[in-house]
């Protein structure tokens, strides 16, 4: 079973919410706990067990700020 996680450079994201709007996992989410230096919400990850390392948000990222890691279960 292919597991995934990201990592979301706040540092480069702006909020621009690509990455909430095409994720069909749910996994990520606009958080008002974390404001750029702009004020808008960044991208914050959600529901970790649902990731599938799909890299959708990664692509569409216009920022680069998102990493994808995949896990493969051997056992
Ligand atoms: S697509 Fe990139 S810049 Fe836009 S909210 Fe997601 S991580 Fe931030
Ligand atoms: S890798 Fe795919 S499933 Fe995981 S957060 Fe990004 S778009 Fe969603």
Do not use: Q
């Amino acid at each position: 079973m292919v597991k995934g996680e990201i990592s979301i450079n706040e540092a480069l994201c702006k909020g621009c919410g690509l990455c909430v709007y095409h994720c069909s996992r749910g996994c990520i989410t606009l958080s008002a706990e974390k404001l750029s230096p702009s004020g808008m919400p960044l991208a914050s990850f959600i529901n970790a067990e649902k990731c599938t390392a799909c890299c959708v948000c990664a692509w569409l990222c216009p920022d680069f700020a998102i990493e994808v890691y995949k896990y493969t279960d051997v056992s």
